[in-house]
């Protein structure tokens, strides 16, 4: 299956990035290589490092950029560590980066990896196949109490609770093995008159996904490396795609940008933490008409930009 992936909010990622010709940068979320196309086509002897922990990602990007090898370096891995693996290439800073938080629409319409409710597959969702951990893993092994909490935090589904008892329930019986299987159980779960507004499976299948790849963990624990990776004046370009995600990366912006941690009585700071920079985007910069028409799946996209100082 050919690797598609559109990028979304691409022109203002890339308005936004302030590509300098001689600059480094990183695409921490290669994808197809969107972002990073656009990044080569405005560098002269600068340098793209792309990093994806998904090796078919990395595979087709590497096919897509073949034009600019004298200015890319591929690298398969997690960005969670970006810095490490920069090191290892004897770069220690660089002008922008770019995290795309989206699945890519070649795992969701691969059926093999088993993202999606659309397609009978096992159940997998593993982005770095390399990964032991799988959906399926989780589905038949984790304690009703613990789908519960994942159901209802990464999801949010008003129906966690019953998701996770039935689910329980059914797995008794025998493995949950396929995302139809699930699909049944889920729908199972919810009133009849509650399952109108869009798939059932939705939001269960997001909480399982996130689980099985970390992925708010990661992301949480690699927003500060990211700024610390800056050069002064670099950018930090990151998409979000549901309010999980963006409330994170809007925390960490807000903190970089104002540390300080000395009571709001002091006259003035003595806790001695500087600003790493600026938010530049104090509201998130949204998909435009043309794009929302041409893709329906950027309609979550928020784009947040921050300059390193």
Request: aromatic share 8%; proline share 4%; with cysteine.
């Amino acid at each position: 299956m050919e690797f598609r992936h559109y990028s979304v909010l691409l022109e203002e990622t890339i308005e936004q990035l302030h590509v300098k010709p001689d600059g480094i940068y990183v695409d921490g979320t290669l994808g197809g290589g969107g972002h990073a196309l656009e990044v080569c086509r405005r560098l002269g002897n600068g340098h793209l490092y792309g990093i994806d922990q998904d090796g078919e990602a990395v595979s087709a990007a590497r096919e897509r950029l073949s034009s600019f090898a004298d200015k890319t370096t591929f690298i398969r891995e997690n960005y969670c560590n970006m810095k490490a693996a920069l090191a290892a290439e004897g770069v220690e800073k660089a002008d922008g980066i770019v995290i795309d938080l989206g699945v890519s629409s070649y795992q969701f319409d691969n059926q093999e990896r088993g993202f999606s409710y659309r397609f009978d597959a096992p159940l997998d969702m593993r982005m770095d196949r390399r990964q032991t951990l799988t959906a399926r893993d989780i589905v038949n092994g984790y304690p009703e109490s613990e789908l519960f909490r994942i159901i209802r935090d990464y999801g949010e589904d008003r129906f966690a609770k019953t998701i996770a008892k039935h689910i329980a329930k059914a797995r008794a019986d025998k493995p949950v093995g396929t995302t139809f299987e699930l699909n049944e159980i889920i729908k199972a779960a919810i009133p009849a008159k509650m399952r109108q507004n869009g798939h059932p499976s939705k939001q269960t299948f997001q909480a399982i996904r996130i689980e099985c790849n970390r992925e708010l963990e990661v992301l949480r624990n690699s927003l500060d490396d990211f700024i610390e990776i800056l050069n002064p004046g670099g950018r930090l370009c990151i998409i979000t795609f549901h309010s999980l995600e963006d409330r994170i990366v809007k925390t960490a912006f807000k903190k970089n940008e104002n540390p300080c941690t000395c009571p709001p009585e002091f006259p003035m700071c003595v806790c001695g933490k500087v600003s790493k920079g600026t938010m530049v985007t104090k509201k998130p910069i949204l998909p435009g008409e043309r794009e929302l028409t041409e893709n329906s799946r950027s309609k979550s996209a928020k784009l947040r930009v921050f300059e390193r100082a």
